[in-house]
């Protein structure tokens, strides 16, 4: 139990007192009927800010796949260019070979 109060008191900078005191100010402000109704809302809003983040990882990867195509189109442009010099290397070759 001692381990698992230092892995809270590492990550979240407060220990299980100070959660249990803001846990007792919360039902004193808002009431116990209340703390439900505000513990769904809490949770929508972490789904929205989720979803949010989930979209914006989206575009950025949707933006690095449409760069993917032209790297694909200079690599094969480069290979073709490569082909072409090849040939001309072979017919250079073949044309110092007749003479």
């Known amino acids: 139990m001692l381990y698992l109060f230092e892995i809270n008191h590492i990550f979240l900078f407060i220990s299980g007192a100070e959660i249990v005191f803001v846990f007792f100010i919360v ?11 505000i513990a769904k809302t809490l949770a929508k809003g972490m789904t929205q800010v989720r979803r949010a983040t989930n979209d914006i990882k989206n575009e ?31 017919l250079g070759d073949s044309i110092k070979r007749e003479l």
């Open 60 to 90: 950025i990867q949707n933006s690095v796949d449409v760069e993917s195509p032209t790297k694909k189109i200079t690599q094969d442009f480069k290979e073709e260019v490569d082909k072409v010099k090849k040939d001309f290397d072979d």
């Open 27 to 37: 039902l004193l402000v808002f009431g116990a009927d209340k703390i439900p109704s």
